[in-house]
């Protein structure tokens, strides 16, 4: 096993619990997105995702489209760009406070002064990934990581787009430690080279994968993938 350059984090069942999204911030861009297609109608971002949603759907209200997808949990672009921007509110507002799972931020912080490189890989855009991470109840965390990646660079089940983070942070994909709870996103890291962990927290009810690394928590995955890092005692 190669020595670990950089980690790479997804976020939903990772780090933050699953329910924070399925019962916070999904609900709160439900009910933000109406007003929110009609004051910030000019807002460049907003004339994108309006765009490609009347691009693929021509006969469909906007709105309707994007309801659809919401009830679907869809993780379409155009509805990950126009939630950011309602999150957006939330969080400068100071409605939404991410409350991430109490392992993550001193593992974050023992990698991060220990020298680790971090990123972020999230379906979520990468404007709310920052978000996120710099409103969470315990203060900004945005300054651990050194890039957050979305699907802009591609699916997260395609090989292809951990190759291509890989040649961005400019490290080999070997060098990499993938950590998400979602099978077929390990499995396509897996195929891209990429060492891999998945994270399976009993509060969200994740099933361990077969054949695949697994870890209760980052401590855990921490101890496993980088044996000589100090881990904090408690978490």
Do not use: N
Not at 67 to 95: N, V, Y
Not at 118 to 143: F, I, K, M
Request: charged share 25%.
């Amino acid at each position: 096993m190669s020595a670990v350059r950089l980690i790479l984090l997804d976020i939903e069942g990772t780090t933050l619990p699953i329910a924070f999204v399925r019962d916070v911030l999904f609900p709160y861009a439900a009910r933000a997105l109406p007003d929110l297609l009609r004051t910030k109608a000019e807002d460049v971002r907003v004339k994108v995702a309006l765009g490609d949603i009347a691009r693929e759907f021509p006969a469909r209200a906007p709105l309707d489209v994007i309801r659809d997808w919401m009830a679907r949990d869809e993780k379409t672009a155009p509805l990950k760009t126009l939630q950011g921007i309602a999150w957006e509110a939330g969080f400068h507002d100071g409605e939404l406070r991410a409350t991430l799972y109490p392992d993550v931020l001193p593992i974050l912080r023992a990698w991060h002064d220990a020298g680790m490189r971090l990123a972020v890989y999230s379906s979520g855009a990468a404007q709310a990934q920052r978000l996120l991470y710099g409103h969470t109840q315990e203060g900004d965390a945005t300054g651990f990581f050194e890039a957050f990646y979305d699907l802009g660079i591609g699916g997260k089940k395609i090989a292809e787009s951990y190759a291509e983070i890989a040649q961005r942070a400019g490290v080999l994909p070997g060098a990499i430690l993938f950590l998400s709870d979602v099978a077929g996103e390990l499995e396509a890291a897996r195929a891209a080279g990429c060492q891999i962990c998945q994270i399976v927290r009993p509060e969200d009810g994740t099933v361990a994968a077969p054949g695949v690394p697994h870890a209760a928590d980052l401590r855990e995955a921490a101890a496993a993938f980088t044996p000589t890092l100090a881990v904090p005692a408690t978490a």
